[in-house]
């Protein structure tokens, strides 16, 4: 015998219940820990192999910064528009 649960699912409507402005302020929140745990695995490496703090820096600022907003991007301008849509013109 098979059951078949309802839907939608409560998680699901608990989901689309939530803030696009809590969701994209919970997001940039989520990328800046992302950012500080990159740079922690930079600094390790770099203590272990004696790379220069300038070099781990540099990588920083110019690729762990452009792979986070890469990465977060699409989410990003869909909760942007969401909250325009939610905007009274």
């Known amino acids: 015998m098979v059951a078949q649960l309802p ?51 540099y990588a920083m600022g110019g690729y762990a910064d452009n792979l986070l907003g890469d990465a977060i991007y699409n989410l990003e301008r869909n909760l942007e528009h969401e909250i325009e849509d939610e905007e009274p013109l």
């Open 7 to 57: 839907l939608p699912a409560q998680w699901a409507t608990l989901e689309s219940r939530r803030n696009p402005r809590d969701q994209l302020d919970q997001l940039h929140r989520d990328a800046i820990e992302t950012k500080a745990e990159i740079r922690a695995a930079l600094d390790r490496l770099a203590t272990r192999h004696g790379i220069s703090a300038k070099d781990v820096a």
